[in-house]
C-alpha cells in the first residue's frame, strides 16, 4: 500500500507519519503539507529519510492529481486543515478555503485518480456543545450543530466527503475525535500554550468560563484509532475516538503547574473567545465495540509526559511561538 498523508507536517499528521513508519516498515508514505505558519518540516525530521514529502495544498488539483498518480497512492488520510478555534474568529474565509474547499478538492482529484480509500479526520466539535451538567453524549447519528466558523467548516468538510461516497462512490471512511495532546503541538493550543508560558514565567492565560471541559485523547492513541478503522472499518461509515476522560481549563492549567513547580496563582483570567463551547464528549462505543480499538495512555501522565517534552525542547518550539496570528488575551 502507498499511503498519502495530508497535514502531515502538523501535530497530529506528523505523529500519524511516525506511526505508520514505526509500525508499519514495508509501507510506502508521502507526506503532503503545505506549510502553513502551524506546520513546520521539523516534525518529520526523524523519519525524514523514510519517507517522500511533498510541499502542496489540498486545494492545487493538478499537483494533487500528479502525486497520486506518479506514487500510485491507494490510500488518503486527510488530516490538512485549519484548526485553531480563535483564529477562526478573526479570518473564517481561511477556514472555509481550506476545510471546505480544499477537502472538495482532494475528493474530487482522488475520484479521478481512482483511490482505493479516503480517510478524513474530523472532530467533535461539529456537533456543537453541551451542558457541563449534561449526562449524554455525542454518538454518529447525533445532528450537527456547529457554533463557530472552525467548527462549521469542519462539518462542510465532511458533508462533502459523505457526498463523495453516495454520490460517486469514493470508498471513504471518517473519524470525529476528541481534542488531542501530546508532543510536537503548535504552541497557541492550550496545553502547550499554558506550558511554554510557565516556562517563561509569564501568567497562563485562562478564559473567564474556566470551569468549560474537553474530552482529551492522545495523538498516539488517536492514531491507533486510525490504523484501525483503515484495517477493518466499514467503508461509508464514521467512527467516534475518545477516551471518556475529561478535565476543564482550569485543571489543565493547574496540571502544568503543579507538573513544573509553579504556584497555582500564576494565572490571569482573560475574556471568552466569542461562541466558547462549554464542552464536547463523545460516545466512542463503536470504535471499541466494532474495531477493538482502546485508549492505552492514561490522562494524567500523558499530560505530565507532554509537559516535560516541551521542558525539555525549547529549541522545537520558541521559533515557532511568535508566528501565531492569535493573541489569547486580546479579545473584548
Not at 139 to 156: D, F, I, L, M, V
Not at 299 to 318: D, K, L, M, P, Q
Not at 323 to 332: D, L
Request: hydrophobic share 35%; with cysteine; charged share 25%.
Amino acid at each position: 500500500m502507498t499511503l498519502l498523508v495530508t497535514g502531515a507536517a502538523g501535530f497530529i499528521g506528523s505523529h500519524f507519519v511516525r506511526h505508520r513508519v514505526s509500525t508499519r516498515p514495508d509501507e510506502r508514505v508521502v507526506a503532503l503539507d503545505a506549510l502553513t505558519y502551524a506546520g513546520t518540516e521539523t516534525n518529520l525530521a526523524d523519519v525524514r529519510s523514510r519517507i517522500e514529502f511533498v510541499h502542496a495544498d489540498i486545494g492545487d488539483s493538478g499537483v494533487v492529481e500528479k502525486v497520486l498518480a506518479s506514487y500510485g497512492v491507494t490510500t488518503v488520510v486527510n488530516f490538512a486543515a485549519e484548526s485553531h478555534n480563535s483564529l477562526a474568529v478573526l479570518d473564517p474565509g481561511r477556514f472555509f478555503r481550506t476545510n471546505v474547499l480544499g477537502t472538495q478538492s482532494l475528493l474530487e482529484s482522488c475520484r479521478r485518480v481512482g483511490v482505493s480509500r479516503f480517510h478524513h479526520i474530523s472532530t467533535c466539535e461539529v456537533y456543537g456543545d453541551l451542558d457541563l451538567d449534561a449526562t449524554s453524549a455525542f454518538t454518529e447519528a447525533s445532528p450537527y450543530r456547529p457554533r463557530t466558523p472552525y467548527n462549521a467548516s469542519k462539518a462542510g468538510a465532511d458533508h462533502a466527503v459523505r457526498a463523495y461516497y453516495e454520490t460517486f462512490g469514493l470508498p471513504v471512511t471518517i473519524t470525529n475525535c476528541a481534542n488531542n495532546y501530546g508532543s510536537h503541538q503548535f504552541p497557541e493550543k492550550v496545553l502547550p500554550l499554558f506550558t511554554t508560558y510557565a516556562l517563561d514565567g509569564r501568567a497562563l492565560p485562562v478564559y473567564a468560563s474556566a470551569e468549560n471541559r474537553r474530552e482529551w485523547v492522545h495523538a498516539l492513541d488517536h492514531c491507533r484509532a486510525i490504523s484501525a478503522v483503515l484495517d477493518r472499518g466499514v467503508v461509508g461509515e464514521t467512527y467516534h475516538v475518545g477516551t471518556g476522560v475529561e478535565a476543564s481549563v482550569s485543571q489543565i492549567a493547574d496540571l502544568v503547574l503543579s507538573e513544573l513547580g509553579l504556584p497555582l496563582s500564576l494565572k490571569e483570567t482573560v475574556p471568552d473567545r466569542p461562541g466558547h463551547d462549554r464542552r464536547y464528549l463523545l460516545d466512542s462505543s463503536k470504535i471499541r465495540r466494532e474495531l477493538g480499538w482502546e485508549p492505552s495512555v492514561s490522562f494524567e501522565e500523558g499530560v505530565r509526559e507532554t509537559i516535560r517534552w516541551y521542558a525539555s525542547n525549547r529549541s522545537w518550539w520558541e521559533p515557532l511561538r511568535d508566528r501565531s496570528p492569535v493573541v489569547e488575551s486580546s479579545w473584548t
